[in-house]
C-alpha cells in the first residue's frame, strides 16, 4: 500500500496564478483532511471532507476550494494564488470509526507564491 | 476539537537520555493522540490514550494522562538521535473528526 500520497511535491506560482493539489489514499479511508503548516507553526485545518462527495470548512479555507468526487481523491484548489498562501500543504486520512483514531498524513507539497 | 499545548517549546537532550515532553488541554476528551514531525516530513502517529486509560506503552514511549489535570505527556527513554523530530499532541473530544494541534515540541537529541 502507498498509503496517502500527494502531488505535487513542490510548486512554484506567481500571484494570481492558479493550481490544484492532488491527494490520494489508498487505504478505502471515510474522512480525508487538508492542513497548512507555516514556520513556527503547527498543522491548520483548511478543509475536510467525511466522505465521498462531501466537504467541509476548516479553520483557515478562505481562498480554497476542495472536491472529493471520487473516495480515493481529495483535490484542493487554489484560483487566485497569494503569497500568504505559500506554505506547506499536507493532506491525512482516516478510517469512518468516528472516535477519532489516528490520522495517516502524506509527505507534503511545498508551494510559494511570489 | 481543542487544541493541546506542548510544553516545554524546545528540548535538547544528549543520546541514551529520557525526553519528558508535556501536554495541556481545557475540555473533557475521548482520547488523545501524540504526533511525530520529522523535518520536512507529514506527521505520524505515534499512539493514541483513551480518556479511562492513565497510561499506554509502545516500545521505547510511555504516555500518562491525567483527565483531573486535562494534561498528558509523552516520555521517550533512551533518546536516539533518530528521535530528533517536533512532537505534537490533539485531544480529541466528541465527535472527533477534527484534529487540532498545537505548535508542538520540538526534541533535539545530540550525539
Known amino acids: 500500500n502507498a498509503g496517502v500520497t500527494q502531488t505535487p511535491k513542490f510548486r512554484v506560482l506567481k500571484t494570481g496564478q492558479s493550481m490544484t493539489l492532488l491527494c490520494a489514499q489508498d487505504m478505502n479511508h471515510e474522512y480525508m483532511y487538508w492542513y497548512r503548516q507555516d514556520p513556527g507553526m503547527g498543522l491548520r485545518l483548511i478543509h475536510y471532507s467525511v466522505g465521498e462527495g462531501t466537504t467541509a470548512k476548516g479553520e483557515v479555507p478562505d481562498g480554497y476550494n476542495v472536491s472529493r468526487l471520487k473516495k480515493q481523491n481529495f483535490l484542493l484548489g487554489l484560483e487566485s494564488a497569494a503569497p500568504s498562501q505559500t506554505s506547506v500543504y499536507f493532506c491525512?486520512?482516516?478510517?469512518?470509526?468516528?472516535?477519532?483514531?489516528?490520522?495517516?498524513f502524506g509527505p507534503g507539497t511545498r508551494l510559494t507564491v511570489l | 476539537s481543542q487544541q493541546g499545548e506542548e510544553d516545554p517549546q524546545a528540548l535538547s537532550i544528549q543520546e541514551g537520555e529520557n525526553a519528558t515532553m508535556n501536554c495541556s488541554y481545557k475540555?473533557?476528551?475521548?482520547?488523545l493522540q501524540w504526533y511525530r514531525q520529522n523535518s520536512g516530513r507529514g506527521l505520524v502517529h505515534l499512539i493514541l490514550?483513551?480518556?479511562?486509560?492513565r497510561e499506554k506503552h509502545s516500545g521505547r514511549l510511555r504516555v500518562t494522562l491525567d483527565t483531573s489535570k486535562k494534561s498528558s505527556s509523552l516520555l521517550i527513554t533512551a533518546s536516539r538521535a533518530a528521535d530528533t523530530a517536533s512532537y505534537f499532541c490533539?485531544?480529541?473530544?466528541?465527535?472527533?473528526?477534527?484534529?487540532?494541534f498545537g505548535t508542538g515540541t520540538q526534541l533535539k537529541v545530540e550525539l
Open positions: 490514550i483513551r480518556s479511562n486509560e
Open positions: 490533539a485531544p480529541v473530544g466528541g465527535g472527533g473528526n477534527k484534529l487540532t
Open positions: 475540555t473533557s476528551i475521548n482520547n
Open positions: 491525512a486520512s482516516k478510517t469512518g470509526t468516528g472516535d477519532g483514531g489516528e490520522q495517516f
